[in-house]
Structure formats: structure tokens, C-alpha cells
């Protein structure tokens, strides 16, 4: 069956310092995948996807990028954290529909 | 552009009593339709989905949804509802037309509060 992993659960990272989130897909093969930032616990925004290796597309201007340097990879970074890069991040796969990672409570302080 | 539309923040029902989270969506072409669940700080929880035939869509933990074309809805219901169904509950449409990415719009979530 097919899984995915994201790490860590949650980080209090200082406003300017560097970020890298990763996700892991398991039991599939070139998966679609997402990047989504929830802020306030209730809507979510698409940041980034990846139909495969290499190819990223962003959806929005902001101070964050992704990569996706293998298949089941996709890793979301900053250089530098501003205070409104906090929320809740959630790394998803799919296809018709989605299956969603735990999520990151990042905190920038 | 599609869109989807949640119109309550918040549903609140008593314990055994039937429950709507109401949807409607806007979309070019015949949409796919989700339901998620979301508990603190988790991530969502994929409920039922309807892609084509019947309107009524049975899904996880006794919910459902029907799929009203004329109405551009797709409202979540549930018989009778548990004080362990309080989440939040989020809606999602795709165009079909989207090519490979298959993007999922959501809605702004409903927060169901079920009590004793």
C-alpha cells in the first residue's frame, strides 16, 4: 500500500535562519506531488507541485522554493525565514484524489 | 478558475442527531468532488469522493454526499452524528480538464462541533 512520510513534526526555527522539509512516498511510482501551507488552522494554500523528478511548478510569489531530486522525494526550502513563513505544512500525493503526510507545525520565531 | 465554496464556518449538532456540511463548487467541465477530515494538528483524512455515477456517495466512518449537478452542491451528511465526528471537514473539487497535475481546489473548512 502506499504511504508517505514527513518530517519533522514540528520546529521552532529563528526568523533568518535556513529551512528544509521533507517528504517520502512509499509503495508508488512517479506520483504527482504537493506542497500545501495551512495558516490559522483552516484554509489551505497550494505552494508548490511536481508531476516528477526535477519539474516544480510554484503557485504562488513567496520566500520559499521545492525540489524534487528523486521520484518519491520532494523537499520544500527557505534560505532565510521570514515570521509569516510560520503554519501548518502538508506534503500530499495523488492522483483523482489526494493522501496527505502528518504535517509540520513550523513556528518562526 | 474552478472553486469551491463553504458557506459555514462552524456546524454545531447534538449527539444522534443528523448533520449537513453544505459545499458547492464552481467548475468548467463535470467536476471531481472530495471530502477530507481534519483532527488538531493532523493532516486530512480522505472521506469519499465522487468522480461519476451514482449521486450518492457512501464513504468512510458512516458519511455521505450527494452530488447535485443542478445545484452545484455536494453536501456531507451523516444519520446520526458522534461527538468523536467534531473535526474539520474540508471540501475539494477538480477539473478534470487540468491536465497531469490534477490540482484539487479546497474550500475554507467547516468546523463541526458535535455535543452531548
Known amino acids: ?109 | 478558475a474552478q472553486s469551491v465554496a463553504q458557506p459555514e464556518d462552524q456546524v454545531n449538532v447534538a449527539e444522534g442527531n443528523p448533520l449537513t456540511v453544505k459545499c458547492t463548487y464552481s467548475v468548467s467541465g463535470n467536476p471531481y468532488l472530495f471530502w477530507y477530515v481534519q483532527y488538531p494538528n493532523r493532516g486530512l483524512q480522505f472521506l469519499l469522493k465522487y468522480i461519476t455515477g451514482d449521486n450518492l456517495v457512501k464513504g468512510s466512518y458512516g458519511f455521505e454526499a450527494e452530488f447535485n449537478k443542478s445545484q452545484t452542491s455536494f453536501h456531507l451528511k451523516k444519520p446520526s452524528a458522534l461527538v468523536s465526528d467534531s473535526a474539520l471537514y474540508f471540501c475539494a473539487v477538480r477539473d478534470p480538464n487540468t491536465g497531469t497535475a490534477s490540482k484539487l481546489t479546497f474550500g475554507t473548512g467547516t468546523r463541526l462541533q458535535v455535543t452531548l
Open chain 1, 1 to 109: 500500500s502506499q504511504t508517505i512520510h514527513q518530517w519533522p513534526a514540528t520546529l521552532v526555527q529563528p526568523v533568518g535562519s535556513p529551512l528544509s522539509l521533507e517528504c517520502t512516498v512509499e509503495g508508488t511510482s512517479n506520483p504527482n506531488l504537493y506542497w500545501y501551507r495551512q495558516a490559522a488552522g483552516r484554509g489551505l494554500q497550494l505552494l508548490f507541485y511536481s508531476v516528477g523528478i526535477g519539474q516544480i511548478s510554484s503557485e504562488v510569489p513567496q520566500n520559499l522554493s521545492a525540489s524534487r531530486p528523486q521520484d518519491r522525494q520532494f523537499i520544500l526550502s527557505s534560505k532565510k525565514l521570514l515570521l509569516s513563513d510560520s503554519g501548518f505544512y502538508l506534503c500530499a500525493w495523488g492522483g483523482y484524489g489526494y493522501t496527505f503526510g502528518s504535517g509540520t507545525r513550523l513556528t518562526v520565531v
